[in-house]
């Protein structure tokens, strides 16, 4: 059964830095993109960053140039090295994994269940 896990969430100042790691294990179709999210307290969940199998990423205009998405692929490992810590940052950071059992299925969503982030003097 797949599984996602997060680690890495605390308090830090802000301009300070945390990374964060999200581990899935099971069975995983080596094509998918590992994402992750940001809830602020009282807001909707948000894409921040994406990274695909094939390299390819994404980020939100809030994080580009602050935070760094990246992979291992054995195992299926996520990183968010999010760096110059803003108070806005503060929330639960989740990680998804979006895949398929196959080319023929349809795609399908591995939930972690989150970290928390506190950014304040």
């Known amino acids: 059964q797949v599984q996602v896990a997060e680690s890495g969430g605390g308090s830090a100042p802000p301009g300070g830095s945390l990374r964060l790691s999200c581990k899935a294990s099971?069975?995983?179709?080596?094509?998918?993109?590992m994402n992750w999210y940001h809830q602020a307290p009282g807001k909707e969940r948000e894409l921040v960053a994406s990274i695909a199998s094939s390299g390819g990423f994404y980020y939100a205009d809030s994080v580009k140039g602050r935070f760094t998405i990246s992979r291992d692929s054995a195992p299926n490992t996520a990183y968010l090295q999010m760096n110059s810590l803003k108070p806005e940052d503060t929330g639960v950071y989740y990680c998804?994994?979006?895949?398929?059992?196959?080319?023929?299925?349809?795609?399908?969503?591995?939930w972690g269940e989150g970290t928390l982030v506190t950014v304040s003097s």
């Open positions: 998804n994994l979006n895949t398929r059992k196959s080319l023929y299925t349809s795609l399908m969503d591995y």
């Open positions: 099971g069975i995983i179709f080596a094509i998918n993109t």
